[in-house]
C-alpha cells in the first residue's frame, strides 16, 4: 500500500517555475513506478511524465518534453515535477500516481496506476 500526497502547486505568471511534490508512505515506494498527470477544468485527466523504480528511464507527453523534468529520492520516498517556461494551458490539478510493485517502467495511462494523490493546483497567469 502506498499514501501519496502532492504540493507546491500555486499561481504563478506565464514564463515561471514552480516544482511539484509528491510525498509517498508506504515501504514499497522504491519498487514503484511513479508518474504525473494533469486535468484542466472541464476535460479529461492527461498524462504528463513518468518515471521508472530508480529514475533511470523517462518519459514525458509532448506537450511538456523540454519543459518539465520529472526525478525521483527513493531515500526520501518523494518524487518531483520540476516545472520551467510555464504557460497557461498547463494550468490543472496535477496528480502523483504509483504503479503496483513491481513494475519496472511507468505507463501513459492511467489505469496502470493503483495508486493516487488527492492533486495540488496549478495556475498559470498570462
Known amino acids: 500500500q502506498v499514501q501519496l500526497v502532492e504540493s507546491g502547486g500555486g499561481l504563478v505568471q506565464a514564463g515561471g517555475s514552480l516544482r511539484l511534490s509528491c510525498a509517498a508512505s508506504?515501504?514499497?515506494?522504491?519498487?514503484?513506478?511513479m508518474g504525473w498527470f494533469r486535468q484542466a477544468p472541464g476535460k479529461s485527466r492527461e498524462f504528463v511524465a513518468a518515471v521508472s523504480w530508480i529514475g533511470g528511464s523517462t518519459f514525458y507527453a509532448d506537450s511538456v518534453k523540454g519543459r518539465f523534468t520529472i526525478s525521483r529520492d527513493n531515500a526520501k520516498n518523494t518524487l518531483y515535477l520540476q516545472m520551467n517556461s510555464l504557460k497557461p494551458e498547463d494550468t490543472a490539478v496535477y496528480y502523483c500516481?504509483?504503479?503496483?510493485?513491481?513494475?519496472?517502467?511507468?505507463?501513459?495511462?492511467?489505469?496502470?496506476?493503483?495508486?493516487w494523490g488527492q492533486g495540488t493546483q496549478v495556475t498559470v497567469s498570462s
Open positions: 500516481a504509483a504503479r503496483g510493485e513491481g513494475h519496472y517502467s511507468g505507463s501513459y495511462y492511467q489505469n496502470e496506476y493503483d495508486y
Open positions: 508506504g515501504r514499497t515506494f522504491s519498487r514503484c513506478a
